[in-house]
């Protein structure tokens, strides 16, 4: 029995990039374009006639800009969007808001010789689309964004315990869900998010400004304290270090693990070797299995480890090859994720000092 194709619908007021998305992702025999709209007047007729997958939708457009587009969309009929954005400081911060919304992923649009830069990404195209045809796309309105509860930390106080996390696609909604509601006393937090080098300043600056802890890219030997969380930079693997009694953050430019740098393997077998049962490993929604290997060393060094649940990943991949691995001690919706976090720190928290 033959599979059914990946329908796509390309939104963009570019007519050649149109053109060259229609090409090569009609080049995929899993994929086919069943339609263009140079507007979303346009493109919202043209969702209703022909129901397709996956909507490519361009942010800056005439009638109507894609942010506003996407909200309607993720609103009143909700479906996998990849959105076709820049790969400028302003597209970054644009292109995270749209992920924030409700976006599935996103493709830096070159800024010189279009032609050239977008056939160059071909593959992740391809990828990303496919991606998100399996990915689960959940209504919400603009508003539910603001809705966390902060988590009370008030019983504990150590340096000793580090939280360590690992995401990729739906993963800048699901962090943006845990670090907002981590207390301003929170034992630090190290974060690797696949995420562009242009990105990761911006998506670091986002998280700061809505959050209680202190939310920074990391810098290569920059001490680790409770309260702030550490951002791996899009160019290098973050590693758990240690300098005489101190936690601090390690980068190096090494190959791809996994496919990817930064890695979550890389971040998560260094905190097997240096946290030890003193670290917390949480894998969330991605595609792929980036992580596994790395938390199911975690939990052999004794550190307790928490997978995303099926119903609440926007892509059910790394966080269940880890839980098949045998890495994932206990997996949580997304919104009981950060709880989780606090009463395995208690639970394990043999070091801690009355307060």
């Known amino acids: 029995m033959e599979r059914r194709k990946i329908t796509v ?35 919202r007729q043209m969702i209703k006639e022909l129901n397709p997958d996956v909507l490519t ?8 800009d894609g942010i506003a587009f996407l909200e309607k969309i993720i609103t009143l009929r909700p479906m996998p969007v990849v959105m076709i954005s820049s790969l400028t400081q302003e597209g970054a911060d644009i292109a995270l808001k749209a992920l924030e ?18 056939e160059e990404k071909k593959a992740e195209v391809i990828s990303k689309v496919k991606t998100a045809a399996r990915a689960q796309v959940f209504a919400k309105k603009p508003s539910d964004i603001r809705k966390v509860t902060t988590v009370s930390y008030s019983g504990y106080k150590t340096t000793e315990q580090i939280i360590c996390i690992g995401a990729s696609t739906g993963g800048v909604e699901a962090l943006r869900e845990i670090v907002t509601a981590l207390p301003a006393n929170s034992p630090a937090v190290l974060i690797t998010q696949h995420m562009p080098e242009s990105f990761t300043t911006s998506f670091a600056n986002r998280l700061d400004q809505i959050s209680k802890v202190t939310v920074v890219e990391a810098k290569q030997n920059q001490r680790i304290l409770p309260g702030h969380v550490y951002i791996a930079p899009g160019h290098s693997h973050l590693e758990l270090a240690k300098s005489g009694a101190n936690y601090v953050c390690h980068l190096h430019d090494g190959p791809p693990v996994s496919g990817h740098r930064p890695s979550v393997n890389v971040l998560f077998n260094s905190a097997a070797k240096i946290g030890g049962k ?11 299995k980036d992580g596994a290997e790395g938390l199911l060393a975690m939990r052999q060094a004794g550190a307790p ?3 995303q649940d099926e119903a609440s990943c926007i892509v059910y991949g790394m966080p269940r090859v880890a839980f098949e691995l045998g890495a994932v001690e206990k997996q949580y919706p997304l919104n009981k994720i950060t709880a989780a976090i606090f009463e395995q720190l208690k639970a394990h928290d043999v070091k801690a000092i009355r307060i």
């Open 305 to 307: 480890t928490i997978g």
């Open 278 to 288: 003193n670290a917390v490993g949480v894998i969330l929604t991605g595609m792929g």
């Open 101 to 118: 919304i409700g976006a599935v992923d996103y493709i830096g649009k070159p800024t010189s010789d279009v032609r050239v830069g977008l």
């Open 57 to 64: 939708l361009d942010i800056e457009m005439p009638k109507m």
């Open 9 to 43: 619908l390309i939104v963009d007021d570019s007519a050649l990039i149109r053109q060259m998305l229609t090409t090569m992702l009609n080049s995929d025999p899993g994929i086919e374009v069943i339609g263009s709209a140079p507007d979303p007047l346009t493109a």
